[in-house]
């Protein structure tokens, strides 16, 4: 959308961020506690279906984070579930995320194959690198000779390989990383599924803009957000290649604003501090700053994602605002509770967004 309009155009997407682990996106004691169930996310997508938002995505992960909440404890796998949730949906993209560490690119190259067929043309792929160790040394899948660098220097030859694999009747190849000889996989999707990541490395940005489709940003101020945007979008254009651009935003509603502030902030009390702490200390952080930035603001901490609160219209008010400072192309969106939340969204905030578009059907 431009930057000068002022209400968000089709072209704005619009989706969701499925709870494939236990808990969702809040990290509460008083939060809802969306389960890591393929039910629980099958109904959240055919809702976000029937109210016309365009794209599920889930992420992939494989240990949780404890604490009183037992946080992500139990989670799902993304490709097999998205690809149930492909056959259960017809018309919004559906977006599966993929470790490349875990993956031969062989392997991933026709899942994602067999999900786009599955999908009819609707299906993603959000490449994520690998940089929680403690997921991976879990299963002896954790390389301890691999910088940062070293992980997307990894994960451009992966990439570079699965596209070849797509299409090529044959691949050979000798590299740093893989070695394929007179690798097939055929059929080849058509067409290719969309590639997405995220990141906000020099390098995470550069591989995006080589390789990908859509880019998931964050950033401390809309400002921040949209200089980043303009950034990958300008390193994409050098390469010859347009990308979209994305940013995730947690929705808590209710009939007025008083209420939904009072609503955040009873979530935000019962913050799972262990759980938090644990969380910072899968990124790296040594116990004293992780506990450091988790007591600072809890009630705030307790959300991964930046959040929108109040009634429908200041809810549209803001996702309009965020988009279109931000120039964004799309939003994806957090609810506390995946059903009803997701259902009065729908009812009432996509309406003001996309006047005249779709409205809810029954999700069951």
């Not at 961020?17 to 959240?44: C, D, M, Q």
């Not at 995320?97 to 009819?120: C, D, R, V, W």
């Not at 400002?223 to 994409?236: C, I, P, Y």
């Not at 979530?267 to 644990?278: K, P």
């Amino acid at each position: 959308m431009s930057a000068q309009s002022g209400t968000p155009t089709a072209e704005t997407e619009y989706g969701i961020f499925l709870p494939i682990g236990s808990g969702g996106w809040i990290v509460s004691e008083t939060a809802p506690h969306p389960e890591a169930s393929y039910e629980y996310n099958r109904k959240a997508a055919v809702l976000a279906e029937s109210y016309g938002l365009d794209f599920i995505m889930s992420m992939g992960k494989w240990r949780g984070y404890g604490g009183t909440t037992a946080h992500w404890e139990h989670t799902l796998e993304s490709i097999t579930m998205m690809s149930g949730l492909a056959e259960a949906t017809e018309r919004v993209k559906v977006w599966a995320t993929i470790h490349t560490n875990l993956f031969n690119p062989a392997i991933a190259a026709k899942m994602y194959t067999t999900m786009q067929e599955i999908s009819g043309g609707r299906a993603g792929m959000n490449i994520v690198v690998g940089s929680y160790a403690d997921e991976f040394r879990q299963m002896g899948m954790w390389r301890e000779d691999l910088a940062h660098a070293d992980r997307y220097r990894y994960t451009e030859e992966w990439t570079s390989l699965l596209k070849r694999l797509w299409t090529e009747p044959s691949v050979t190849h000798d590299g740093e990383y893989f070695q394929l000889d007179d690798c097939r996989s055929l059929p080849h999707p058509s067409p290719m599924p969309t590639l997405i990541s995220a990141g906000r490395s020099d390098t995470g940005l550069n591989f995006q803009a080589r390789h990908c489709d859509g880019s998931f940003l964050t950033a401390e101020t809309l400002t921040g957000l949209r200089d980043a945007s303009r950034d990958v979008k300008k390193r994409a254009e050098k390469q010859g290649r347009s990308i979209r651009t994305y940013s995730m935003l947690t929705v808590v509603m209710d009939e007025t604003d008083e209420k939904a502030e009072e609503r955040r902030l009873r979530y935000g009390r019962g913050a799972d501090i262990e759980a938090l702490v644990n969380m910072k200390r899968s990124w790296g952080l040594p116990l004293d700053k992780a506990l450091s930035l988790t007591s600072e603001r809890p009630e705030d901490e307790a959300f991964q994602a930046p959040f929108a609160t109040g009634s429908p219209e200041t809810v549209a008010g803001r996702i309009r605002e965020i988009v279109e400072s931000a120039e964004l192309d799309g939003l994806m969106l957090i609810f506390p509770d995946y059903h009803a939340d997701l259902a009065a969204f729908g009812e009432a905030v996509m309406p003001l967004l996309r006047p005249g578009g779709a409205t809810g059907v029954s999700a069951e």
